[in-house]
């Protein structure tokens, strides 16, 4: 019996770079391109490279040394507007504060998938995690980021994310329903929504949440009263100005942010209605400006910058190989009453 | 004669790391931790190794190499409320991006002035550039970036900058005086001004500015309508409510800020007056939650995100080793009108 070996037999040991330069036939700079992330590598080399790091591991040099000691937040776009961003920044600050690393800011423009030069970047630059905001990753990014062992987790996702990928979000659904609740409670039958864009996971949670709590009253949702496709404010006042035009008007109307939410206090105050008196409104975020309105505005209080800390310990905890105590995290949103919700007037 | 020497006899070589080491009779990791920023060196070794560069020069190895290709911008805090943060944060981005950096945030917690472990994690990851925005450093920190030949550029100085130090503003002062003079124009005498703390350069600009426009028409200020000294919303609202309750009180109010400005929105709604009919409110910044009340802020506006761009522009210049055309630069602000200001109300 011959002294054991670490590993056994059964588990080879991951190759090296000179390792899997050698089975590929080639140079030990072209694997280091490929693991490095590269572009400049043939897509057939690539191929075959990536077939033998699939199947035998890649043994890294130096592995948690060649870390770089940031976290890199991600957004789909930074708009200045809203506050959504700063509530979420200023989480992850705290976090990343906290444990002594950088934060690292960039957006993609508008796109909710990263664009191969900016991925080859971060790839790079080898962050010890990276947090994705409203916006992600192609499934063959993903995987990359998986093999070179960059933790990522993503905050408030804009799709269904895939199990693997830890991922943390609000209640939105449930937010929904309580916001359409409290107007029920109030007396409110006749309730309009202005949705979000319903390609994001979010907007239709909201969505769902409103008719779930209609069904739940048995109040049938009038699909004249379900408008808009987007969280920009101008549409908010656009939607509610045609609601209110409206042969039967509604008498609530539930903005799924709070930029609608605005636009439909703008909306009504142009139709020489007042809020709550005439139309109560309803939000969604609670982000600042809303206690600034007139009258304050209620809303559902997403707890964005909790968001930004758990998803900035979620990476902290994956970058010092940790595992999770859950990969998917729903915080919970809270209605907050001010004063634009109302018992409908008498008519 | 001798082939002349790079560089000539009367401009001697800065000495490199190992013949600092020899005059200071110190080890060369001494010199070393000294150079890059780290602290376990006693004082007085600091000192004369200091000294011995200050006097000599100390020529990097690979200087050019050793930068990370990152600007650093730091806020003296990250406040979600105010919006303001954000405009510059995205303005600095647009450069970052163009130029392949990383854009690295970070935060003083409220502190105008970096404190020392923060400051020799930035040193110790050596940036293409710092943007310091609203905060500063102290003197000696300046002159450690300076010897370290990290570019600093500060964004809104909360005080006068050393003439040595690039910096972008905005201008505060005429920004004051022409909000001023369109409330005058508009008819009012009793203006009233709630101003931003007076430890800041910008609000005691803006209080200047004021106050020369009263003078320039002749119209005395009453010290009883000179109030505040925070740029906090519910200062807003505490002020305005004590102005509207004097015997005589202003048909005007100038906050110096936005936030500011929608606390006198409260103020004025909780009192049962209606702006523009009853009082003129104007404010300052142009945030886009001013176009989201009703009705919609008469502001200055201050080009933030111009203002990030430009001081991440100035950065990029001096890391790339160029000299800039000017060291100071003021960005214009522009009075905005929308419907929070009218003629008074006869009485």
Redesign the interface.
Request: charged share 15%.
């Given at each position: 019996m011959t002294a054991s070996r670490e590993p056994s037999p059964d588990r080879p040991a991951p190759l090296t770079i000179a390792e899997i330069a050698e089975r590929a036939a080639v140079s030990i700079s072209t694997v280091s391109k490929v693991v490095n992330g590269r572009a400049e590598v043939a897509l057939d080399t690539r191929v075959a490279i990536e077939k033998i790091i699939e199947e035998h591991g890649y043994r890294r040099q130096r592995k948690r040394a060649s870390r770089s000691a940031?976290i890199e937040l991600v957004f789909h776009e930074?708009e200045?507007?809203?506050?959504y961003?700063?509530?979420i920044?200023?989480g992850v600050?705290q976090v990343t504060?906290r444990h002594?690393l950088?934060?690292?800011?960039?957006?993609l423009q508008g796109r909710q998938v990263a664009d191969p030069a900016w991925f080859e970047?971060l790839v790079h630059?080898c962050p010890s995690g990276v947090i994705a905001v409203f916006s992600g990753f192609t499934a063959a990014q993903t995987e990359h980021l998986r093999k070179r062992e960059i933790p990522l987790v993503l905050v408030d996702p804009t799709g269904e994310p895939s199990h693997e990928v830890p991922s943390v979000g609000a209640g939105n659904w449930s937010g929904g329903l309580t916001a359409t609740r409290h107007l029920l409670e109030l007396g409110h039958r006749r309730i309009a929504i202005i949705t979000g864009p319903s390609s994001l996971l979010s907007a239709r949670a909201r969505l769902d949440g409103y008719r779930a709590a209609m069904d739940q009253a048995g109040v049938p949702v009038d699909p004249g009263l379900v408008r808009g496709d987007s969280f920009v404010?101008e549409e908010g006042i656009e939607h509610a100005l045609a609601l209110l035009a409206l042969p039967d008007p509604p008498t609530a109307i539930f903005g799924s942010n709070d930029?609608l939410a605005?636009g439909i206090?703008?909306a009504v105050?142009r139709t020489g209605l007042r809020v709550p008196d005439d139309v109560s409104v309803i939000g969604f975020d609670d982000l600042?400006?809303s206690?600034?309105?007139?009258?304050p505005l209620t809303t559902v209080h997403q707890p964005l910058?909790d968001m930004g800390m758990a998803g900035a310990s979620m990476a902290v905890s994956l970058a010092n190989g940790e595992s999770l105590p859950q990969n998917r995290l729903i915080l919970s949103t809270e209605l907050i009453v001010r004063g634009s919700t109302a018992p409908p007037a008498r008519r």
């Open positions: 940031a930074l200045p507007a809203s506050g961003a700063m509530e920044i200023s600050e504060r002594r950088s934060l690292v800011l960039s957006q970047g630059r404010f930029g605005m206090y703008q105050a600042t400006p206690q600034w309105v007139s009258p910058k």
